[in-house]
């Protein structure tokens, strides 16, 4: 079982949509939580962290439930840009190494 | 700008060459990684230092593969006798010890082995 697992999509949703993704983590140890964005042939960016309350920043709402070891990212109001490949990202238990998902592809389209 | 810078951009090379890869990150940056990323795939943990100490290998780091972080400045990443499978894009994090284990990224360095 891989430690950090997303839907790879793609999600294909139009402008001003709502659009969800979830994912999973294999280690209850884990303590640092974060969604990357990265576009085609470019390094990943820090899009948001985590945390236990969840945090939003603009269209952007991030969860996580420790219980059944998910975290989820909704974008509200969809735009162009939005287009592209979004990580899910947990450290290793106690490390600071931190494990990157697949990530899962949104395209945006008009 | 996350402040780390990577070099070269892009480097084609021929199978059996080796080749190195440097990353400077800002002063500030103690924590030092080391990622590969292939199409499709998420970046996978190579290594990373604090300071100038390595503390973490990943088992992808084979006996070809080496990294240092002399003076816990900059960092290189070489690759001894390179195989078409170390075709990928490797990136370089720095994170401060006041960002909460968030990392920033420079722009990788594109590996081709033909």
């Known amino acids: 079982r891989k430690e950090v697992e997303q839907d790879p999509g793609p999600f294909n949703v139009p402008e001003g949509a709502t659009v969800a993704f979830n994912c999973t983590y294999s280690?209850?140890?884990?303590?640092?939580f974060f969604w990357y964005r990265q576009d085609c042939r470019k390094e990943p960016k820090l899009l948001m962290s985590?945390?236990?309350s969840g945090n939003e920043d603009g269209r952007f709402t991030a969860q996580l439930n420790r219980a059944s070891q998910y975290i989820s990212l909704l974008i509200r109001d969809s735009k162009l840009s939005d287009s592209a490949t979004y990580l899910c990202?947990?450290?290793?238990?106690?490390?600071?190494?931190?494990?990157f998902g697949s990530g899962t592809r949104l395209l945006v389209r008009p | 700008d996350t402040g780390v810078s990577q070099d070269p951009r892009h480097k084609i090379t021929k199978r059996g060459q080796n080749v190195t890869f440097r990353c400077d990150p800002i002063?500030?940056?103690?924590?030092l990684y080391w990622y590969r990323q292939t199409l499709g795939q998420g970046p996978e943990f190579l290594t990373y230092?604090?300071?100038?100490?390595?503390?973490?290998k990943s088992r992808l780091l084979s006996d070809r593969f080496s990294a240092e972080r002399p003076k816990g400045s900059f960092s290189t990443l070489e690759i001894q006798r390179t195989e078409q499978g170390d075709s990928a894009m490797y990136l370089c994090?720095?994170?401060?010890?006041?960002?909460?284990?968030?990392?920033?990224f420079g722009e990788g360095s594109w590996l081709t082995v033909v």
């Open positions: 990202v947990v450290n290793a238990d106690s490390s600071y190494k931190l494990i």
């Open positions: 280690n209850s140890a884990s303590q640092s």
């Open positions: 994090a720095g994170e401060t010890a006041i960002s909460g284990n968030t990392i920033y």
């Open positions: 985590v945390y236990s």
């Open positions: 002063s500030e940056h103690n924590r």
């Open positions: 230092f604090q300071n100038e100490a390595q503390l973490e």
